[in-house]
């Protein structure tokens, strides 16, 4: 094995991505296991984590599918104990679990005034606790030998608060602190081979976002517009483009990195529009 190949290898590694069975959960997925994984798509959809998992298999990979909710404590440590029983152990979590609601956004016509607190709460809580709970369940498995790397999903909108999505972008930056609080946490408890690190990705095309962003006939809408104008690179990311930052973070190639956020955003958060 090469020396670039020795430093990105995952070989014998076992990743878990909450979330997996997304647009980009699936492209994180896939780039984790052509690094050498073994992957466990943890998602509520059942069909769908095992049909990715299948793919991987496919091509050539490992891959189970677990139906699980990162909101529910007792099928993550019902998820645990099946990844312990099939891999014997744990070495990478991905938090990739996450979304928003209608009633959490405050659109042009409306105001703060019109906001569901609700909805509010429950993007909050699917964000961020649904980042903690996980960390707390499979993190432990970690702790236990003090090896492995954490890798939680912010947004641009954690590093520039966007307008509209004020339950999104609220949770988001609290994603960002946690990252770099659990980084200090890891550290100074289990010592410096758990890594903390997060990924902040611009502005890519998911299911979630399509609507938003562009209309029927693929054009852009009026915010898809702001979007690509306040992007340099002029368009938006393609999924499989977080793949480097990912395996330079789940890889010994950042050893010595941890508590930072990168983005990946075509120098959208460096962009002061003039």
């Known amino acids: 094995m090469s020396y670039l190949e020795n430093l990105f290898s995952l070989n014998s590694k076992v990743a878990v991505v909450t979330g997996g069975t997304g647009v980009l959960g699936n492209a994180m997925c896939k780039a984790l296991a052509n690094a050498g994984a073994a992957i466990v798509i943890i998602g509520r959809r059942k069909e769908a984590a095992d049909q990715l998992a299948q793919q991987i298999i496919t091509n050539g990979g490992r891959a189970i599918g677990i139906s699980a909710d990162v909101l529910n404590k007792e099928q993550l440590l019902a998820a645990r104990e099946i990844i312990i029983k099939q891999f014997g152990k744990l070495d990478i979590l991905v938090n990739g679990a996450g979304g928003n609601m209608p009633g959490a956004v405050v659109m042009p016509d409306k105001t703060i005034f019109d906001l569901n607190i609700d909805d509010f709460r429950s993007v909050v809580d699917l964000n961020l606790t649904g980042s903690v709970l996980p960390t707390q369940i499979f993190g432990e498995s970690l702790a236990a030998t003090k090896q492995g ?7 641009m909108t954690a590093i520039r608060p966007l307008t509209r999505v004020l339950g999104y972008g609220a949770a988001k930056a609290a994603i960002s602190n946690f990252t770099q609080w659990l980084a200090v946490e890891m550290a100074k408890k289990f010592g410096e081979g758990i890594r903390v690190n997060a990924i902040a990705p611009g502005f890519f095309l998911t299911e979630q976002n399509r609507n938003l962003l562009t209309n029927a006939d693929g054009s852009l809408t009026e915010r898809g517009q702001l979007i690509i104008r306040g992007t340099p690179y002029g368009r938006f990311g393609e999924p499989d483009e977080l793949s480097g930052t990912l395996l330079w973070l789940c890889s010994d ?11 990946v955003d ?9």
């Open 149 to 155: 790397v954490i890798i939680n999903i912010s947004s």
């Open 253 to 263: 190639a950042s050893k010595f990195v941890s508590g930072i956020v990168v983005p």
């Open 266 to 274: 075509g120098a959208f958060s460096a962009y002061g529009g003039v």
